[in-house]
């Protein structure tokens, strides 16, 4: 719980400094182990270094924001992803191994083309997602869980 509360922090450090001026982020979370240190590692280096946040195209752009991020794609998080865009819901999802994205794009477009879109880096993750940020985090259970 002590990583869930220290993720929680520099997501909300990150969703800040991208501008969020309010704090509401909403997190869902399930276990949680080593896996997430890369993203937690990711972030803390983007908040320490604002100059990291440049970005190279506007927020605004004609790119529709996602209503619901999702973070972790093993079985249950691509399940679950694929659950939530099929009832209409816009979804962004991450995973720090990017085929894991890839196979679940692939499976999105299978599935009739579900409102899914994927993301390589934590920035890219929180940007994809509409104010308030609500954000799923599924780490696969396992022995340090």
């Known amino acids: 719980t002590n990583e869930i509360q220290l993720f929680t922090g520099l997501f909300s450090r990150l969703c800040l400094s991208l ?3 309010d704090e509401s982020v909403t997190f869902f979370s399930v276990s949680i182990s080593p896996p997430l240190s890369f993203l937690v590692s990711a972030i803390t280096e983007l908040c320490q270094k604002p100059e990291a946040l440049s970005l190279s195209i506007s ?9 619901i991020g999702l973070a972790g794609l093993a079985v249950m998080g691509q399940n679950l ?3 939530i865009a ?5 979804i962004s ?26 993301q390589y880096s934590p920035r890219d993750f929180v940007l994809s997602i509409q104010k308030p940020r609500s954000v799923i985090i599924l780490v696969k259970a396992g022995a340090p869980v």
């Open 93 to 118: 999802v991450y995973n720090r191994t990017t085929s894991k994205v890839d196979e679940t794009l692939d499976r999105a477009a299978e599935e009739g083309k579900l409102p899914v879109a994927g």
């Open 19 to 21: 501008g969020s001026i």
């Open 86 to 90: 099929e009832k209409g819901f816009p």
């Open 59 to 67: 927020p605004m752009e004609s790119v529709a924001l996602s209503r």
């Open 81 to 83: 992803a694929l659950n």
